[in-house]
């Protein structure tokens, strides 16, 4: 009964259930058939992997979730904190499974305590800090290669979550509770992060941007080692961005909010390379690997929303370039995550693509780093030799297609792929409190159900083609593509678009 609660509050058709072919059959006859009802149950199997795989109670899941079949799991089965666990959180909160995210708070609320002997010990710094892996006994240290143990934004990354659970469910008891880490993380680049020479902006150092190396000039020896990566400034822009937000709506100033209005226009510009692409360091060095499966520098495209066709839209088409220059090709982690690129891009059909390519059937333990992708006959993702974030990456980049709320309005069907032309979704959720219901036929929006979950003001824009927009069966003004609906905590409206 508990399992049937959640899974049921979300539904997902996009064409009658193939009930009789086998699940790996079906695997195998997607590459052909291009069924949308197996995007559909791929997309609901993420769903069953998290309500299964955790509770609210439990540690957060691991880079194989509950699943292993041996003692000595892959990578210790630990946390990698620059990018995997995170992404095993993704479909959380809009797949209106919001309970579920409280394991991964409650986990990086415990990594505090860890993370100011870390600060203090490594750096001299104040606040908390943790690097790139965890584990159960919360380790917060830099360690193995500095290609990837360097990074230090890996707990400045787990506070984009305790601010998106707050962003889907506006409750200020929890925002109040999870402030002083928030507050604490900010304060641990307030007093690390020093002045880079050239420009004089505020930097992290030593760091590195997960996992790729560049050259320096005149030089074959690749460097992992920077100061101020791309990524890391974009999620340190975020953190302070988030914690001054937060300290507004529960009316706190202090220093830590006063020392980041000084500082946060300090930190260096997001820069597009003269070849048009965003740049993944301080410097347009050349890559040791130009298609490495990490982009990590799109982070402000995707989960951070610094980076949109509608409000950036030049770095929005470096995103696009940097896409392009790396290739649809990758570990499975790395094509769900390319998904969630190309939806936040709007292009539905490329990100159908690379959810085509997550899709590619994968079989025994031939499946290695460099190529790494696709999907074993059980619907596992076949990141060598099985990594589940690929699974949970995919559940939310189909999401993602289907309703984005990151620009402080909802938009529906933002890239829907021209394969899924008709069909309905059911219990969505949106930033600011709505769950939401919507369907389609000839790939245009017909109705949607906006149930508010808090009260307040949605705003939905209306795609292009629609001229009139009813609410409850009353017709209501287009404000320059947008419609505006002040609710109450448990209202309903049903929207018939025209």
């Known amino acids: 009964d508990l399992y049937q609660e959640k899974f049921n509050r979300v539904e997902l058709y996009l064409g009658e259930q193939d009930n009789i072919t086998s699940t790996n059959q079906r695997l195998i006859n997607f590459q052909e058939n291009d069924d949308p009802a197996f995007a559909a149950l791929y997309f609901q199997f993420g769903r069953y992997l998290m309500i299964s795989g955790t509770n609210e109670k439990s540690m957060p899941l691991n880079l194989q979730g509950l699943w292993s079949n041996q003692l000595q799991t892959p990578w210790n089965g630990d946390y990698h904190l620059n990018i995997n666990l995170q992404m095993n959180y993704w479909p959380a909160e809009v797949c209106n499974l919001s309970e579920l995210h409280r394991p991964l708070i409650d986990f990086t609320r415990a990594l505090v305590p860890s993370g100011e002997k870390t600060a203090k010990t490594f750096y001299n710094a104040d606040g908390w800090v943790a690097h790139m892996m965890s584990n159960p006994w919360y380790y917060t240290a830099p360690g193995e290669h500095a290609s990837w143990g360097a990074t230090n934004t890996g707990g400045a990354w787990l506070c984009e979550h305790i601010w998106e659970h ?70 340190i822009k975020e953190l302070f961005t988030n914690t001054l937000k937060a300290s507004e709506i529960l009316e706190i100033e202090d220093f830590v909010t006063k020392r980041i209005r000084e500082v946060i226009d300090q930190l260096p510009p997001m820069q597009i390379s003269s070849n048009g692409y965003l740049q993944e360091w301080l410097e347009d060095y050349r890559e040791q690997d130009p298609k490495h499966r990490h982009v990590s520098h799109l982070y402000g495209l995707y989960p951070s929303d610094q980076i949109s066709p509608e409000v950036t839209p030049d770095l929005a088409e470096a995103a696009r370039k940097t896409l392009n220059r790396r290739g649809d090709e990758g570990t499975g982690w790395s094509r769900a995550w390319k998904i969630n690129f190309w939806a936040r891009l709007h292009d539905g059909d490329r990100a159908y693509k690379l959810l085509k390519s997550l899709l590619e059937p994968a079989y025994g333990d031939g499946v290695n780093m460099r190529s790494g992708g696709g999907t074993y006959p059980n619907l596992f993702c076949a990141h060598p030799p099985f990594q589940i974030d690929g699974n949970f990456g995919g559940t939310s980049g189909i999401a993602e297609m289907l309703i984005q709320s990151h620009n402080g309005y909802i938009n529906l069907l933002p890239a829907l792929p021209g394969k899924w032309s008709d069909g309905s979704f059911k219990g969505l959720r949106a930033r600011g409190g709505a769950e939401i219901d919507a369907k389609w036929e000839n790939s245009r929006l017909t109705e949607a159900i906006i149930k ?7 705003k939905i824009k209306t795609p292009d083609y629609v001229t009139s927009v009813t609410a409850n069966g009353k017709k209501i003004s287009i404000d320059n593509s947008y419609i505006t609906l002040n609710m109450n905590s448990g209202e309903k409206i049903e929207l018939k678009f025209k």
């Open 166 to 235: 707050y962003s889907f469910n506006r409750d200020e008891e929890y925002l109040r509770s999870v402030y002083p880490i928030l507050a604490g993380a900010a304060e641990f680049f307030l007093t690390s992060m020093i002045r880079e020479p050239k420009n004089g902006w505020l930097v992290t150092a030593p760091s590195s941007s997960p996992e790729n190396a560049f050259y320096l000039p005149d030089s074959e020896e690749p460097v992992f080692v920077c100061m101020g990566p791309t990524m890391d400034v974009q999620i």
């Open 452 to 458: 508010a979950e808090v009260s307040n003001s949605f």
